[in-house]
Nanobody, 134 residues
Framework: QVQVVESGGDLVQAGGSLRLSCAASGITISRYCMGWFRQAPGKERERVATIDTDGTPNYADSVQGRFTLSKEKANATLYLQMNKLKPEDTAWYYC????????????????????????????WGQGTLVTVSS
């Protein structure tokens, strides 16, 4: 079975840093798109960052220059280093492993999930809460 588990969420003061971790099991993460998504109170879920199988990351404009995505193949873990946090970053953060629009191996993962009805993977973690105080 496929499992995705996030950790690292915490309460942090504005301007501070936090590192989120996402451990994936049951899949070969080097073959699939992976990314972080978040949902703030009263808002819809949004993409934070995605990473292609070749290591190419893509960030949402709101976090560009502040967040850094990395993947550690040895322990099948995806990391999100968050710096210069702002109150608007407060949200539940979710990690996901998925088959992107380009198939396997995943490239252009920022474009989202495969939409032809044949996606082989769309796994989500339970979420971890990040709260940034002003």
């Amino acid at each position: 079975q496929v499992q995705v588990v996030e950790s690292g969420g915490d309460l942090v003061q504005a301007g501070g840093s936090l590192r989120l971790s996402c451990a994936a099991s049951g899949i070969t993460i080097s073959r699939y798109c992976m990314g972080w998504f978040r949902q703030a109170p009263g808002k819809e879920r949004e993409r934070v960052a995605t990473i292609d199988t070749d290591g190419t990351p893509n960030y949402a404009d709101s976090v560009q220059g502040r967040f850094t995505l990395s993947k550690e193949k040895a322990n099948a873990t995806l990391y999100l280093q968050m710096n210069k946090l702002k109150p608007e970053d407060t949200a539940w953060y979710y990690c996901s492993a998925f088959e992107g629009v380009s198939g396997i191996p995943g490239i252009f993962c920022y474009l989202g999930r495969k939409k032809d009805g044949t996606a082989s993977l769309d796994a989500w973690g339970q979420g971890t809460l990040v709260t940034v105080s002003s």
